[in-house]
Structure formats: C-alpha cells, structure tokens
C-alpha cells in the first residue's frame, strides 16, 4: 500500500463512522436509515486521492449497507485544489503559518510536552 492511502483498517473505522452517523442522524429522523436514500439526493465530497475517496465511500457504505453505487462527487475543475481539502489564504481569510503555530504553541503552555503530560493516560490507553 502506498503511502497516505487508506488502510484496510482506516477503511474498517470509516464504515464504522457511517454506521454512527445512520444511527445518530437516523434516529433524529435527519436522514432515511432504513432504506437506501433515493436516487441523486446523497452522495460524498471527495477530494482526488486515493485516501480521501475510499474514505468517501466507506462512510456511505456504513451508512447505507445494503445500498450500492452511492456517488462519489468532486470539483470539475482539477487545475486548481479543492479549497475544502486544501485552504488558501483570501483577503477575507488570510492564513499566517508562524501566528497560528505561535497560537497553538501557545495554548499548549510553550510546548507539547505539557500536552503529552496532561493527556498521558488517553496517549498510553491509545
């Protein structure tokens, strides 16, 4: 497998995932759990990889078993990135690397290494 594919086991917990959403969605009557959805009403925006695809449609699989061929749906333009899964600074966003590093490191008290020491039993049991 190459890298930055999904894993076998990485595809395993997004099907798991999508059968979370049906019940949690499903159960708030957000979505048709019991049936498969109709035709051209659901579908999963992926960006062009490997990873982001397959993750896609094992959601959909999760969240519609027995429903197959659910559309998978990406931007027509591939010139350009997706800014759903690749952000670019705009005038009305502007995106400044070393500040928002600053920001985080910041949060975390300088380092990671408070992090690694306040979350050291969700790290061990992970």
Aim: hydrophobic share 40%; aromatic share 8%.
């Amino acid at each position: 497998m190459a890298p930055g594919f999904l894993s076998p086991r990485g595809e395993e917990l997004m099907r798991l995932m999508g059968t979370y959403y049906r019940v949690l969605y499903g159960g708030r009557g957000l979505i048709q759990a019991d049936d498969c959805p109709t035709a051209g009403t659901v579908a999963a925006w992926t960006d062009l990889d490997q990873r982001t695809r397959a993750t896609g449609a094992a959601i959909l699989a999760g969240m519609y078993p027995r429903c197959a061929n659910l559309p998978l749906r990406n931007q027509a333009n591939f010139t350009v990135p997706d800014p759903i899964f690749h952000p670019q600074p705009t005038a009305s966003c502007p995106m400044n690397g070393a500040a928002n590093q600053a920001a985080v490191m910041a949060r975390l008290g300088g380092s990671f290494a408070s992090a690694l020491q306040n979350y050291a039993p969700q790290l061990t049991m992970m």
